[in-house]
């Protein structure tokens, strides 16, 4: 072919096609105890790599996507082969040094190279807060050469400035962004815009839903493939079928009126936005390669084509919550549905203990060196009362996190509340009191939102205070009380 994908630099040293090949759906194909053979998926994948889709992205648990990728790069000079990131999807605990080695060793040897190009990270539940270890342990690793770039996988807005501004350098956070789930156009874009951060966009093509072949047709009622079980379930939380051909008519207008197809209008609305890298194409090895028509997506959306299309989307509904939330809360919008049986498994940070001669009681320490000199427990349940001290962005025994960003830290300090009265048996569902004290009043802006991302359904009774001069580098400190009713 003579056309070939546009590029960007994702850093001085990492140039990626803007159509990126994303290998999900190995696991899907070998969901049965099929595996494929690496030989034959090298194969598959060179042809890829030769129309110009040299960029593949897969995870540990894409099956054995990772084996595949790694043949096909042996068969090129250093230098001149494809692009592979990978992610790292660890089950929450503590991130040490050698646990975070571990993994990623473990991605270089199954990929057979001596650095992986990007590294996307995920974390199943912020309540942990370990995922910051495992990220400064990641950047120390990419300065000794051993990752190209870091990025993140899955990471809401909120979560994304807290990493930055504790001093971790992210390249590129990956959500879903398509015209059906359009959470990634707002406040996660805002911050990609001020911090140079790209936006790697799955989803695009809703597995598929996003072409000629579902227009004006019945709802599906019987769907075999994860894929496209997962995106079903978010045109189900946008509305619903009737709102989704809405879509569909409009893209299909918009698709004729340029010559393109269906897909290419949704791949092009995603890639123009400015926070947007690339999209995530998947590339289901041996079947439905559609590498021709991805080609056709270097033309422009003009005005009319975006009053379309915001016209289509008025009569749908915003996936609820923030990018990612799919997979830590209801609704879970997950290929393997509902993940609350996962993450009741994850261990709490925090440990309960009854409180001796005091039936009824129970407590929670976070460790903090704080909380023995001063004689406090970080949280105390009474019946089904539960009362969390004042709380600061204290990591571990003693480090401040976020030194001097009053927003990251309420982030952090919200995380802690909710591990605190979730090991007592509540939720932040159950909060109906928050107070807040502030260094300086004029960040209230930044701690305000934090607190609404955490409490916008809750709506708890809340007082904001300045206090003045607190303690070291903190800027906020937040107290809580939840009745578990």
């Keep these: ?53 040299d960029t593949f992205d897969m995870a540990d648990h894409y099956g054995s996507a990772e084996l595949i990728t790694g043949r096909l790069l042996s068969r090129y000079a250093q230098g001149a082969r494809p692009v592979a990131f990978t992610k790292w999807c660890p089950e929450p605990g503590p991130m040490t040094a050698d646990v975070v080695c571990r993994g990623v060793e473990d991605r270089l040897a199954r990929l057979g190279v001596d650095k992986v190009d990007l590294l996307q990270f995920h974390w199943w539940s912020f309540e942990h807060p370990a995922w910051l270890d495992a990220l400064h342990e990641m950047q120390k690793l990419r300065e000794e050469g051993l990752i190209g770039a870091l990025g ?31 959470r990634a156009a707002g ?11 790209k936006l790697l966009a799955y989803g695009t093509l809703c597995g598929g839903f996003l072409s000629e072949r579902w227009l004006g047709q019945a709802e599906p009622t019987d ?47 995603v890639l123009e936005h400015e926070a947007v890298a690339a999209t995530i194409v998947g590339a289901r090895i041996g079947e439905n390669e559609h590498r021709g028509d991805n080609l056709k997506v270097s033309f422009a959306l003009d005005d009319a084509d975006h009053a379309a299309l915001d016209k289509a989307f008025s009569a749908t509904k915003p996936i609820p919550g923030d990018c990612g939330d799919e997979y830590r809360k209801p609704p879970f919008l997950t290929a393997s549905g509902d993940l609350s049986h996962h993450l009741d498994a994850i261990p709490s940070v925090y440990m309960a203990e009854p409180v001796p001669g005091r039936p009824g009681r129970s407590r929670v320490s976070s460790g903090s060196i704080w909380e023995p000199i001063a004689g406090y427990s970080r949280a105390v349940r009474v019946g089904d009362r539960i009362l969390v001290s004042g709380t600061t962005a204290t990591h571990g025994t003693d480090r401040c996190v976020a030194p001097g960003d009053a927003g990251a830290q309420a982030t952090y300090i919200l995380d802690k509340i909710a591990a605190s009265i979730s090991a007592l048996g509540g939720s932040m569902e159950d909060v109906v009191r928050t107070r807040v004290y502030l260094r300086d009043a004029d960040k209230w802006e930044p701690v305000s939102r934090a607190h609404g991302r955490a409490f916008a359904e809750v709506l708890p009774a809340n007082t904001l205070i300045e206090a003045g001069n607190l303690i070291g580098d903190y800027e906020v400190e937040i107290e809580a009380e939840a009745i578990c009713d």
């Design 1 to 53: 072919m003579s056309q070939l994908p546009d590029r960007i630099a994702l850093t001085k040293d990492l140039s990626i096609s803007r159509i990126v090949c994303g290998l999900w759906q190995v696991a899907d194909i070998e969901k049965n105890g099929t595996t494929i053979d690496p030989d034959r998926g090298a194969d598959a994948l060179q042809a890829y790599a030769r129309d110009g889709f």
């Design 152 to 182: 993140l996988t899955n990471f809401d807005a909120g979560h994304l400035a807290l990493a930055l501004a504790d001093g971790i350098d992210i390249a590129t956070n990956q959500v879903s962004f398509s015209l059906v789930d359009r």
């Design 223 to 269: 769907i075999a493939d994860w894929s496209r079980s997962k995106y079903k379930r978010f045109i189900d939380a946008a509305g619903g079928w009737g709102a989704f051909q809405g879509i569909l008519r409009a893209a299909s207008q918009i698709a004729a009126k340029h010559g393109v197809s269906i897909s290419n209008v949704a791949s092009r609305w």
């Design 187 to 197: 406040a996660l874009s805002d911050l990609c815009a001020k911090s140079g951060v």
